[in-house]
Antibody
Framework: QVQLQQSGPGLVKPSQTLSLTCDIS??????????WNWIRQSPSRGLEWLGR?????????GYAVSVKSRITIKADTSKNQFSLQLNSVTPEDTAVYYC????????????WGQGTLVTVSS | QSALTQPASVSGSPGQSITISCTGT?????????VAWYQQHPDKAPKLVIS???NRPSGVSNRFSGFKSGNTASLTISGLQADDEADYYC??????????FGGGTKLSVL
């Protein structure tokens, strides 16, 4: 059974960097048919896909246009985890952040992390 | 990429059937068989209930079914039960290699 366990701070100051990590058990971050995603949810924006990383002989990533200039998603194969960094945050980035597995190309999100409420406030 | 369009709310009585629609464009729903549906109970992570338009993941009740015609997908829940009361979201892959979600539909079981 795949499990995704999220960790990271729940409070970030405006203009600083939001950083979250998603630990994977029951699968490998470098499996060459899966992709590893970050998604957030807020009352104003609903569910919003942020981006993903995946391995197909080399590492690739892809990001939503809305955050493309501020986001980095990276895999750490030694720890079997992937991470989210979102720079220059504002209160509009306040949301519940989820990591999720996409088990096959253009598939669906079949396993989700537990969610982390991140509040951007001074 | 604009969000997919879902009704804000639907309701039904126990035992009845309901259908939730999800309307997109030829660049997302109409262009791929990558439409999925998620159920979300309060303060919980979304749970996949339908993948690839009409496939039910292992462990999901056969009361859940999916369909797509053109740019509109739909989720039908038959034999409504109290535990079906939740928010439901659709998602689709897009021609820009991104994902888009619907705005969500609140299902009330009266």
């Amino acid at each position: 059974q795949v499990q995704l366990q999220q960790s990271g701070p729940g409070l970030v100051k405006p203009s600083q960097t939001l950083s979250l990590t998603c630990d994977i058990s029951g699968d490998s971050v470098s499996r060459d048919t899966a992709a590893w995603n970050w998604i957030r949810q807020s009352p104003s924006r609903g569910l919003e896909w942020l981006g993903r990383t995946y391995y197909r002989s080399k590492w690739y990533d892809g990001y939503a246009v809305s955050v493309k200039s501020r986001i980095t998603i990276k895999a750490d194969t030694s720890k079997n985890q992937f991470s989210l960094q979102l720079n220059s945050v504002t209160p509009e980035d306040t949301a519940v952040y989820y990591c999720a597995r996409e088990p096959k190309p253009t598939g669906e999100f079949d396993f989700w992390g537990q969610g982390t409420l991140v509040t951007v406030s001074s | 990429q604009s969000a997919l369009t879902q009704p804000a709310s639907v309701s039904g009585s126990p035992g009845q059937s309901i259908t939730i629609s999800c309307t997109g464009t030829s660049s997302d729903v109409g262009g791929y068989n990558s439409v999925a549906w998620y159920q979300q109970h309060p303060d919980k992570a979304p749970k996949l209930v339908i993948s690839e338009v009409s496939n039910r993941p292992s462990g999901v009740s056969n009361r859940f079914s999916g369909f797509k015609s053109g740019n509109t997908a739909s989720l039908t829940i038959s034999g409504l039960q109290a535990d079906d009361e939740a928010d439901y979201y659709c998602s689709s892959y897009t021609t820009t290699n991104t994902w888009v979600f619907g705005g969500g539909t609140k299902l009330s079981v009266l």
